[in-house]
């Protein structure tokens, strides 16, 4: 099983402000296999980034991806309001698929 | 529009078996490259994939929970079942299912349901 760990835990930034969050695997995600989500409680996980690079569909510029092999970053340009959430990274290389233990970005 | 929504019991007796299901639309679980998945996530806990179905009836199972889960498709229905035998305490959770259009954006899960909220209590 791949083991997904983020850092860090929790990430206290004021609006504005630039977020860079690590996601680092055990193991290669093969072709970057590895993906990013946003949740919020009381809502579904809502897919940032997949292919360690590319956008999801209507998601904002702001959020950008990039990595390969076992290290990952996810990062938030500018903060806005609505940005400060629980953001996960997944790898779907291998079987099971799995999840690392999230990053709680919270307002400063 | 793409949407999925799970149903199920909200408490189960430990050692019963909890039955969820997952009802979709705006995609077909026919059409090639589409897979549903059940995650889940304990509370204050991270979340945890426990199994796949795909339009192809190919199953994927957690391995630590293969021999409790099973994951079944109703085309017809446009319903993904996913039955969890012997509950215990540990597998309180809210559960989501979620989609995979494989053949769009590889394996990741694009669009999920809004969860349903599982207690497993005496």
């Known amino acids: 099983e791949i083991v997904l760990t983020q850092s860090p835990g929790t990430l206290s930034l004021s609006p504005g402000e630039r977020a860079t969050l690590s996601c680092r695997a055990s193991q290669s995600v093969g072709r970057n296999y590895l993906a990013w989500y946003q949740h919020k409680p009381g809502q579904p996980p809502r897919l940032l980034i997949y292919?360690?690079?590319h956008r999801a569909t209507d998601i904002p510029d702001r959020f950008s991806g990039r990595g390969f092999g076992t290290e990952f970053t996810l990062t938030i340009s500018s903060l806005q309001p609505e940005d400060f959430a629980t953001y996960y990274c997944?790898?779907?290389?291998?079987?099971?698929?799995?999840f690392g233990q999230g990053t709680k970005l919270e307002i400063k | 529009q793409v949407t999925l929504r799970e149903s199920g019991p909200a408490l189960v007796r430990p050692t019963q078996t909890l039955t969820l299901t997952c009802t979709f639309s705006?995609?077909?679980?026919?059409?090639?490259?589409?897979?549903v998945s059940w995650i889940r996530q304990p509370p204050g806990k991270a979340l945890e994939w426990l199994a796949m179905?795909?339009?192809?009836?190919?199953?994927f199972y957690r391995s630590s929970l293969k021999n409790r889960i099973t994951i079944s498709k109703d085309t017809s229905k446009n319903q993904v079942v996913l039955i969890m035998t012997n509950m215990d305490p540990a597998d309180t959770a809210t559960y989501f299912c979620a989609r995979t259009p494989w053949r769009e954006i590889g394996d990741a899960f694009d669009i999920w349901g809004q969860g349903t909220m599982v207690t497993v209590s005496s």
């Open positions: 997944l790898q779907y290389n291998n079987y099971p698929r799995t």
């Open positions: 705006g995609f077909s679980l026919s059409t090639d490259g589409i897979r």
């Open positions: 179905i795909d339009w192809d009836d190919d199953k």
């Open positions: 292919a360690s690079s």
